[in-house]
């Protein structure tokens, strides 16, 4: 089977879509399948240039109040029907909305193939962050309406988590919701060097460390933990929070750690490797910390967990199902200082965070990426069959 993945998003910009694509391709690759991928410039080319591993990046243009991300070109786009219509590509899989959604079904009408969507961001609490300007109930009902006709527009939508078809099913989509959650990779397993980041960073090798990893911006509820952090080093005064990524909220956070008094208490070391820095990191860190109210998943908590990282976090949207369990995780109250408690009681136990440690490593092994490219391979056949 050959598949082409069309999307406005993919690595060197890191997010949980790049990294779901990743994720997905290299197993389907690993099943012997064909996967080709066309995504935009980074930084932005006039050209279309086909890179190893059958990665068209193609030219397009910075988004407004969001300088990281690209809109590619759909006639860049679509110019390419020629190139991939003797390749026997079977169908089109889009992973963004914008410009790639529609440059995916104009391919799919082209290659004579169906075409299905992955349904990555739950835009209808993102976009408020971004468009704080309108009002918020119109910004609410666009982005609703702007998801209703565009999955209705595909043979079928792939969804990260339960809730997440809920939504959808109550915006009006009618086309079929699969859920199916990116896994986790069996090399993410192998543990990082803690030793190694702490070594690198200064840090002590008893002080406590929480830790949050993703795209510094506002839908991510940072300033939230800033907040917990703050009302948490008043009993554990050797607390130190370290934030893994950035991203546009990040010169405000810098200034809201000052204004809490956190100096010393924040470290902020930016975007790290996924296969090396980034696992030092999580071997480091004592607690996963996370916030955010609008994940489609929380893709990032599993890797947390796969490298032995207990979890405290707010149970909200996708990571519902990732933190209610509370195999190595706990669901804390979405107040700050009821976070600020738990995230104390975590490590301030150490026989307690080494029980939820060992269930996280376990919750996390029933995520295989192995198993949800099988069955994204099984749905892939169901609309060939169709």
Known sequence: MHILYVSDVYFPRINGVSTSIETFRAELLAAGHRVSLIAPHYPPAEEVVREAGDIYRIPGRAVPRDPEDR??????????????????ISLVHIHTPFVAHYAGLALARALGVPALATYHTYFEEYLGHYLPFLPQAWVRAAARRFSRFQCNDVAAVVVPSAAMREVLGDYGVTRPLHVLPTGIPEDFFT???????RAQHGIPCARPIALFVGRVALEKNIGFLLEAVALAVQTLPELLLVVAGEGPALPALHA????????GHVLFVGYLDRHKGLRDCYAAADAFVFASRTETQGLVLLEAMAQGLPVVGLAKMGT??????ERGAVAAP???????ACLRRVLSNPGHRVKLAAEARSFAMDW???????????????????
């Open 256 to 263: 809201e750690a000052l204004r809490l008094g956190l100096a």
């Open 191 to 197: 543990p990082g060097d803690g030793r190694r980041f």
């Open 71 to 88: 809109l590619m070109r759909y006639r860049c786009a679509l110019g390419l029907a020629e190139e991939l219509r003797p390749q026997g």
């Open 320 to 325: 519902r199902a990732i933190i209610l369990p």
């Open 368 to 386: 295989s990426a192995a198993t949800r490219a099988r069955e994204l391979v099984e749905l892939y056949r169901s609309l060939l069959d169709t």
């Open 334 to 340: 979405d107040d700050t200082a009821g976070f600020a």
